[in-house]
C-alpha cells in the first residue's frame, strides 16, 4: 500500500495538472493521499506491540497526514509537500531505528 502512494507522488510529478492529463494528475494525487497516511497508520498499528516508539512515530504521522489530507482544500500545492515531509520523517526514523538495531557488520 505505501509503495502505491509512492507511485501516486511520482505520478503527480510525471503529470503536471496544467497538462492534457491533468485528470491524471488528481487521480495520482488522491492515490498519493489517501494510501499513504492508511499505509503509515497499518504500519503503525501492526509495529506498536513490538516498537512503541516506531509504532507511535507511524501512528502519529499518519494521523497527520490525513489531517492535512482533509484540509488540503485550503492548502492546495502545500498538502502535497507537508504530506511528503510526513513521508520522509517516518523514512528517516525506520531507517535510523534499522540502523540502531543491525549488528553494524558489513
Not at 32 to 55: C, D, E, M, N, R
Not at 71 to 97: D, K, M, P, Q, T
Request: hydrophobic residues 60%; glycine residues 10%; charged residues 5%.
Amino acid at each position: 500500500m505505501a509503495l502505491l502512494g509512492t507511485d501516486g507522488l511520482c505520478a503527480i510529478g510525471i503529470f503536471p495538472e496544467p497538462v492534457a492529463a491533468g485528470v491524471i494528475h488528481i487521480i495520482a494525487g488522491l492515490v498519493f493521499f489517501v494510501l499513504t497516511p492508511v499505509a503509515l497508520l497499518l504500519i503503525g498499528s501492526a509495529l506498536y506491540s513490538s516498537h512503541k516508539q516506531l509504532g507511535g512515530c507511524s501512528i502519529a504521522l499518519g494521523a497527520f497526514s490525513l489531517a492535512v489530507f482533509s484540509l488540503s482544500n485550503y492548502w492546495r500545492g502545500a498538502a502535497e509537500a507537508i504530506i511528503f515531509l510526513a513521508l520522509s520523517i517516518w523514512i528517516l526514523v525506520f531507517s535510523v531505528n534499522l540502523f540502531a538495531h543491525s549488528s553494524h557488520q558489513i
